[in-house]
């Protein structure tokens, strides 16, 4: 064991699942500790600077935070034949590779409303669960009820003000509630077709969902129940996503092959419509705001956030969403997904990128091809910083 990967995660949490769940689709050999394992406090800490997870430490002692740097990681690495992933993320097509990092902008933190809800608004059926699984992440397996009992305290009061930092409030709930019962709708039609969001393998998208689905919407008591009732399939899928193998009974025909990008079936069309209703409207309305508030600060040195905290958020804005008026964080991290999404349409070539026009166009998702910050979200020592400003640089 000594030469593995060390994950440093845990069940209950969001974000490890994108990695967990990939590292296993490639049969990476890895052990999972949790954050309360005193190796995190002794190495992770000093490096990353939070408590956060997921974090990877490689064997030669390489310390990476952030799931999309994670798997970026894996990707691109070079070596030897049996260094090289066994199903690679990352398309070939520049059409369909556009389309995995849009379904990963938005499938993963965007998707944090229902997610949330159905954790912490059903505590009859989710807490007592919910408050075991915190303990083994944050605790000694020995500790007494007092320290889980104020461990948990401190968990809940975090979680909620994300609840509300995410828009989860007595208005938007019942609009949540449909929102998600759509969601999965449009995947139990989609996977009907398609093992994975693009076709016979897993992709950068569907590493973006497992997070959103696996930890909450999947283990909590009150929306696994949901899921399993209304949405079979997409439990299938979950599993599908959490081992190596296929889990291909429902699609025998299947090869590990992408959809043609002459062949986007019209069920994941259906599902970047979803979208363009469910996050079009926030992350627009977000980026006018962080521009005004880089506007503001012009004197930031690149390399840097201009935060005083080490949670990249630069405040909360309002926007128009399904008839109401709703107001939710703007993190730095939304805006670094949307980058990784166009430079990937940057990447394409011009006959692809005339096919991705034509695509979101058609999907009334245009505007997000042109949507920008007036600087790049770089990520440095683990954090979201700021780049030169684009229009200086032009
Ligand atoms: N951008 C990060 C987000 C990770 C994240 O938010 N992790 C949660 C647990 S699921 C956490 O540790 N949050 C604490 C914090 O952000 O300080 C990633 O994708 O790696």
Not at 49 to 72: F, H, K, S, W
Not at 346 to 360: D, G, K, V
Request: a negative charge; proline letters at 7%.
């Amino acid at each position: 064991m000594k030469d593995n990967y060390i994950l440093y995660g845990s069940a209950p949490s969001w974000a490890t699942a994108k990695v967990r769940s990939y590292m296993r689709k490639q049969c990476i050999p890895f052990v999972e500790r949790p954050p309360g394992d005193p190796r995190f406090a002794e190495k992770i800490m000093p490096v990353v600077m939070r408590n956060i997870m997921p974090v990877l430490e490689t064997p030669d002692g390489t310390i990476i935070q952030d799931t999309a740097d994670i798997i970026d990681y894996f990707e691109h690495k070079t070596g030897t034949n049996d260094e090289k992933v066994l199903l690679p993320a990352t398309p070939e097509s520049g059409l369909i590779r556009a389309l995995t990092h849009f379904f990963d902008m938005c499938c993963y933190d965007a998707l944090l409303r229902p997610v949330l809800y159905f954790r912490w608004n059903f505590p009859d059926d989710n807490l007592e669960y919910v408050k075991n699984e915190f303990s083994s992440t944050y605790l000694p397996p020995d500790a007494d009820e007092k320290a889980k009992e104020q461990m948990f305290e401190w968990a809940r009061t975090v979680t909620a003000s994300f609840a509300k930092n995410v828009g989860v409030n007595a208005e938007s709930i019942p609009l949540i509630e449909a929102s998600y019962s759509e969601l999965l709708q449009l995947l139990v039609e989609h996977f009907k077709g398609q093992p994975y969001l693009l076709g016979g393998r897993p992709t950068y998208g569907d590493y973006g969902l497992i997070a959103s689905l696996y930890a909450h919407l999947y283990r909590d008591p009150y929306p696994a129940k949901l899921m399993r009732q209304q949405a079979p399939e997409v439990a299938r899928w979950v599993e599908r996503m959490s081992g190596p193998g296929q889990y291909l009974w429902d699609h025998p025909d299947s090869t590990e092959d992408l959809i043609a990008d002459n062949a986007v079936p019209d069920t994941l069309k259906n599902l970047m419509r979803y979208f363009a209703e469910e996050y079009l409207p926030e992350i627009t309305a977000h980026a006018i705001f962080a521009n005004d508030w880089l506007d503001a600060r012009p004197e930031l040195e690149p390399g840097t956030s201009g935060l005083v905290h080490l949670t990249g958020v630069l405040g909360r804005n309002e926007f128009d969403w399904r008839g109401i008026k709703l107001k939710t964080s703007v993190r730095m991290y939304n805006f670094y997904m949307l980058q990784r999404f166009q430079d990937s349409v940057e990447a394409a070539s011009e006959s692809e990128q005339q096919a991705i026009q034509l695509l979101f166009e058609e999907t009334g998702l245009s505007p997000l091809l042109k949507l920008k910050t007036h600087r790049r979200v770089e990520r440095e020592k683990h954090l979201e910083v700021w780049g030169a400003d684009l229009r200086s640089v032009q």
